[in-house]
């Protein structure tokens, strides 16, 4: 009996996903034109580290130094996959983030330098259409259970 309970947390136990951009380095810059200064489109993310089982990913872009709590920028989910996601790209089913659309919404910050974390989260089942009001706080509620790797890439950027 031990065994086998061995044997299901070891499949339950997360990796992580190495998350890369060729647009900027972790904890860099963000380039004006992934902005709402610039063309206003989602950079080009690189994805190491999927495990085999994975069935879909998932994306997750927030900047937590915003003003009123967390402000989300990007979600999306039931992306096929896949080592890179392409710069201007809509890969999966794109939920609602807090400007209120169902789009990727660049970086934006009243002021000061803002954190924007691209996270990227490996699923070990696809999501399926959840409604088109998902935004953040559902898709990670809608992955419970479902999350076998992830990872992060931090981007910065100021006005």
Same mark, same amino acid.
């Given at each position: +009996?031990?065994?086998?309970?061995?044997?299901? +947390?070891?499949?339950?136990?997360?990796?992580?996903?190495? /998350?890369? %951009?060729?647009a900027? $380095?972790?904890?860099?810059? /963000? !380039? =004006?034109k992934?902005?709402?200064?610039g063309?206003?489109?989602?950079?080009? &993310?690189?994805?190491e580290?999927i !495990?085999?089982?994975?069935? %879909?990913l998932?994306?997750?872009?927030?900047d937590?130094d915003? !003003?009123?709590?967390?402000?989300?920028?990007?979600v /999306?989910?039931d992306i096929p996959?896949?080592? $890179?996601?392409?710069?201007?790209? #809509?890969?999966?089913? #794109?939920?609602?983030? %807090?400007f209120?659309?169902? #789009?990727?919404?660049?970086?934006? !910050?009243?002021?000061g330098?803002?954190h924007?974390?691209?996270? =990227?989260?490996? &699923?070990?089942?696809?999501l399926g259409h &959840?409604p088109?009001?998902?935004?953040?706080k559902?898709?990670?509620d809608?992955? $419970?259970?479902?999350?076998?790797s992830?990872g992060? &890439? =931090?981007?910065?950027y100021?006005?």
């Open positions: +009996m031990n065994l086998v309970i061995l044997y299901i +947390m070891a499949t339950i136990t997360s990796t992580t996903l190495t /998350i890369t %951009s060729s900027f $380095k972790n904890n860099g810059f /963000i !380039p =004006v992934y902005t709402c200064d063309a206003n489109i989602n950079p080009e &993310l690189r994805i580290g !495990p085999a089982d994975t069935k %879909s998932a994306v997750i872009v927030d937590p915003a !003003p009123g709590g967390t402000f989300c920028h990007w /999306i989910w996959p896949q080592n $890179k996601i392409n710069e201007d790209s #809509q890969p999966g089913i #794109q939920g609602r983030n %807090s209120r659309k169902n #789009q990727y919404s660049g970086p934006c !910050p009243p002021g330098i803002h924007y974390h691209f996270k =990227v989260y490996a &699923l070990n089942t696809t &959840l088109p009001n998902t935004d953040e559902l898709l990670l809608a992955m $419970k259970g479902h999350i076998i992830s992060d &890439l =931090v981007g910065l100021k006005r």
